[in-house]
Each structure stands twice: as C-alpha cells, then as structure tokens.
C-alpha cells in the first residue's frame, strides 16, 4: 500500500509540475479567462524547478503519511 501511495504522490507533483511549466506560454487573455494575475503566473512559474518538485513529492508523502494515521 506504501508503494501505491508514494506512486500517487509522484504521479500528482509531476502533474503540478507539468501544469507549471504550460502556465509559462498562456497569453494574458487566457490568464484572465482562468482568474490569474500576471504576478501569480511569474511565481507559479518560478516553482516549476526540479528541486521544488522534489519538495512537492515530499511534502505529499509527508501529508499521505499522516492521513493514514
């Protein structure tokens, strides 16, 4: 079950990550259309590193684990 969860919990950062990355090619039409400013898309994007995805996955494992009980 541990080996499920952990997958789930890569599975959704990379998604985030992912998600993060095509936020950086959405013209400010398309940023209004979905309720975000500018300046939120510039820190959205800035988190799309490596590292911050690392820390996702863990922050959900963390999370997960504590879920669990």
């Known amino acids: 079950m541990l080996i499920v ?3 789930v ?3 959704q950062s990379i998604e985030r990550f992912q998600t993060r990355k095509k936020l950086a090619k959405l013209s400010a039409e398309q940023l209004n259309d979905i309720g975000m400013t ?3 898309q510039q ?3 800035s988190q799309a590193t490596f590292l911050q995805l ?3 996955v863990v922050l959900r494992v963390k999370n997960a684990r504590r879920a669990q009980g």
């Open 5 to 7: 969860s952990l997958f």
């Open 54 to 56: 690392l820390r996702d």
């Open 9 to 11: 919990c890569i599975q």
């Open 38 to 40: 500018k300046e939120r």
């Open 43 to 45: 820190i959205e994007v």
